[in-house]
């Protein structure tokens, strides 16, 4: 699959920018998830997923895109919006009141994009599940994407559609998980240890793939094309991607504090030290 790299590590500063703007400028939201996910989700709109132009809620003959950990909204926007569903200029509204961009995802507002309000955690999987199902029942060969925080398993329902998945042979769905090891309170070993994430996938009937490099574009695009590869062939695909939280800014990495925390101005000017402005432009 042909991709310029130097393009997309450029795009991945860029939003990493888009994601530290948005929650200084309100004091509020998620960046340690964001900035972890933020190769992974460029990587799958700019060069994994078949996308037709416009957007229409059906997603009839494209594949489709669920986020699950909803939280992480900053990234998700700014890779909407340089992916040209919605004007960038439009990230400056993020979680301000009538705005289409609020903390956790919506779709009563209408942004392109937001297929499910999410952000009450482990239910996309569910949805995910559920859009599968629909993609074969109707023909459509497309493929079904979504992304789940490894803490957010810890949520039962999650269980009951991995499965369903595997029962009803739902191979048409590529789940990621973010392992990143952290959630709000702390390490998820010491909040509540789920143990071989890859030994549970595999003992609910799900084929299980890991990528061990979460920040780096070759390794991603390298482990999501042997994922479709591995679609069609009667099980759920899961891939466990190991990321770090804050990647991209020295502060924020290596600890659960920035999971759900704004930058103040200096640490704003010493995060963009690291994340130089690009000639994409700030929003």
Not at 94 to 108: A, I, N
Not at 249 to 254: E, G, I, P
């Given at each position: 699959m042909n991709y310029n790299t130097q393009q997309l590590n450029e795009l991945a500063i860029q939003v990493r920018r888009d994601i530290l703007r948005m929650v200084h400028a309100v004091n509020s939201g998620h960046p340690g998830g964001s900035l972890g996910c933020t190769e992974f989700l460029i990587a799958l709109y700019q060069v994994l997923m078949d996308r037709k132009e416009g957007f229409d809620m059906d997603g009839i003959n494209e594949d489709i895109f669920f986020l699950s950990n909803g939280h992480i909204s900053p990234v998700f926007y700014s890779v909407l919006a340089r992916s040209g569903y919605?004007?960038?200029?439009?990230?400056?509204?993020?979680?301000?009141?009538?705005?289409?961009?609020?903390?956790?995802?919506?779709?009563?507002?209408?942004?392109?994009g937001v297929r499910v309000a999410s952000g009450s955690l482990g239910q996309g999987m569910s949805v995910a599940v559920g859009a599968a199902q629909t993609k074969k029942l109707n023909k459509d060969s497309h493929l079904v994407y979504s992304l789940h925080g490894d803490g957010e398993l810890q949520e039962g329902q999650n269980w009951e559609a991995i499965m369903y998945a595997s029962a009803y042979k739902v191979d048409n769905l590529i789940a990621t998980i973010d392992v990143n090891g952290k959630q709000i309170d702390g390490p998820t070993d010491e909040v509540l240890p789920m143990g071989s994430l890859k030994a549970k996938f595999e003992a609910f009937?799900?084929?299980?793939?890991?990528?061990?490099?979460?920040?780096?574009?070759?390794?991603?695009?390298?482990?999501?094309?042997?994922?479709?590869?591995?679609?069609?062939?009667?099980?759920p695909v899961c891939v466990l991607l190991h990321t770090e939280m804050g990647n991209g800014?020295?502060?924020?990495?290596?600890t659960h504090a920035w999971h759900g925390k704004a930058p103040n101005d200096e640490q704003l000017e010493k995060a963009f030290l690291q994340n130089a402005i690009t000639s994409l432009g700030d929003y």
């Open positions: 919605f004007p960038v200029s439009e990230l400056a509204t993020f979680r301000k009141l009538d705005s289409r961009l609020q903390g956790h995802p919506t779709t009563h507002e209408g942004l392109p009937g799900w084929e299980v793939l890991e990528i061990l490099l979460g920040n780096s574009f070759e390794a991603i695009i390298k482990g999501m094309e042997h994922a479709k590869e591995l679609t069609g062939k009667g099980k800014v020295d502060f924020m990495m290596n």
